[in-house]
C-alpha cells in the first residue's frame, strides 16, 4: 500500500486499504473519504474552539491576577 498524501480520507479510499479491513473481518466496513474527511473538520473545529475558550480563560485569569498585584504597589 503506498500512501501518497497524510490525510486520512484519501487513505479511507485506497483500494489496498479497503481490502485489507475487508481481510481482517470481512464483516467490517470503512468510511468513505468525504465522511471521513466531514468528521475530522468536525473535531478538529471542536477541538479548537475548547482550546481558544482555554486560553481565553487563562489570560483573563492571569490578568486578574497581576491586575491585583500591581493594585498592591
Known sequence: ??????????????????????????????????????????RFQALHEETRAALDYDIIETTQILCRNYSRF
Open 1 to 42: 500500500m503506498f500512501i501518497s498524501s497524510l490525510s486520512p480520507d484519501s487513505l479511507a479510499e485506497d483500494p489496498s486499504y479497503i481490502a485489507m479491513i475487508a481481510a481482517a473481518n470481512p464483516r467490517l466496513t470503512t468510511l468513505s473519504g468525504s465522511t471521513l474527511s466531514r468528521a475530522t473538520s468536525s
